[in-house]
């Protein structure tokens, strides 16, 4: 396996990997799809004999705040650390910046379960309140 950043978006790929972890909800908007990779300040990609088997975009100003969103593995690949080498990658790159954060479903147990493993801690082990808003 071979983790690299992926600076050009080949949106049928990206859009089948959605697709099979059931990620719809990016899907309604194909425009806006590609957009958010686009935007994003780093996308890095898990390749399996070329094949893309995961990914993870980040969103940071480098230096105090660093949003890692959308860690996902293609199903058929899951179990086989390739959620960890995408979080390594990111929080080796990005080691500088202060504050990590994630988010996640309450019910994504295999989720809490990686980022856990990775070091991360949920807020209210650490003190912290977070808030959302989705308009």
Not at 25 to 45: C, H, Q
Not at 93 to 110: I, M, P, S, Y
Request: charged residues 25%; proline residues 1%.
């Amino acid at each position: 396996m071979e983790i690299k950043r992926i600076n050009t978006f080949d949106v049928d790929i990206l859009k089948d990997l959605y697709q099979k972890n059931h990620w719809t909800m990016y899907l309604k908007n194909m425009e806006g799809f590609k957009r958010m990779f686009e935007n994003s300040t780093a996308v890095y990609g898990a390749y399996e004999s070329h094949k893309l088997v995961g990914l993870t975009r980040v969103i940071t100003d480098d230096v105090h705040i660093l949003y890692i969103q959308d860690v996902l593995v293609d199903p058929t690949y899951m179990k086989k650390g390739i959620g960890s080498a995408l979080l390594k990658t990111v929080l080796k790159t990005f080691e500088h910046v202060r504050q990590k954060v994630l988010l996640t479903d309450v019910d994504a147990q295999g989720a809490h379960t990686l980022y856990e493993h990775n070091g991360f801690k949920r807020t209210n082990q650490k003190g912290l309140v977070c808030y959302v808003r989705f308009d």
